[in-house]
């Protein structure tokens, strides 16, 4: 069984730009959820996609965005970069949108 | 807004000793509970988790949780840690009927040889 897979696993990037990371979930598995950990802090919800839907987004303005896949797969893209959203990006599947979460190793990014 | 405090933000140890790691979670309603863990170049890990019955969950590598309904608490505990017990160690929530995990700041725990 193949777990949480995520791409690139670091990346830098400058100001204003535009960035794309990806994971693909567990097999077997419907559902994705994109965290963002910041430095010395708890992963924090940014959204879900379940059956490629959006099925639920946390505190982030709309430059971030996602889609899913008919494998399931995931995409989280976020638009003008800020220094902000230097962070761990962290992927997490799940059989359906209220079973247990398994993290994938997460996406570095760093804005310049 | 639903929130998960974690009492200690960094707890050394040396080895054989008992850890202990607090979790208190804000009320809403029925919740599901989890404390997950990120040994060092590691994907966070799922160590245990609670959602219904006994209120002692046992998880992987020894470590056991109890949910305390009426102190909103989902304490972590282990009798005797190793130097491979150094990690992160964060605590998280979900409602019921909810689909996003809320996790704490996070609790590292340095274990000394």
């Known amino acids: 069984e193949t777990g949480v897979t995520q791409s690139p696993t670091h990346l830098i990037k400058t100001r204003g730009q535009q960035v794309t990371l990806r994971c693909s979930s567990q097999s077997g598995h419907n559902t994705v959820s994109w965290y963002q950990q910041a430095l010395g802090q708890g992963p924090q919800f940014i959204f879900q996609y379940y059956r490629e839907e959006e099925n639920g987004r946390g505190n982030f303005p709309p430059r971030f965005s996602g889609l899913q896949f008919p494998n399931y797969s995931s995409e989280l893209n976020v638009n003008a970069l800020e220094l902000d959203d230097s962070a761990l990006y962290l992927c997490?599947?799940?059989?359906?949108?209220?079973?247990?979460?398994?993290f994938g190793p997460g996406t570095r990014l760093l804005v310049l | 807004a639903q929130s998960v405090s974690q009492h200690n933000h960094h707890v050394i140890l040396s080895e054989a000793a008992s850890l202990e790691l607090g979790c208190n979670y804000s009320?809403?309603?029925?919740?599901?509970l989890f404390w997950y863990v990120q040994y060092p170049g590691q994907h966070l890990q799922l160590l245990l988790k609670?959602?219904?019955?006994?209120?002692l969950v046992k998880g992987i590598k020894g470590f056991e949780a109890e949910f305390i309904k009426s102190k909103f608490s989902f304490n972590l505990r282990k009798p005797s840690v190793q130097w491979s017990d150094t990690a992160e160690y964060f605590c998280?929530?979900?409602?019921?009927?909810?689909?996003?995990?809320?996790f704490g700041a996070g609790t590292t725990v340095t274990v000394r040889a």
């Open positions: 997490a599947s799940s059989f359906s949108s209220k079973e247990t979460q398994y």
């Open positions: 609670y959602f219904s019955g006994d209120p």
């Open positions: 009320y809403g309603g029925t919740v599901n």
């Open positions: 998280a929530r979900r409602g019921s009927s909810d689909y996003k995990l809320s």
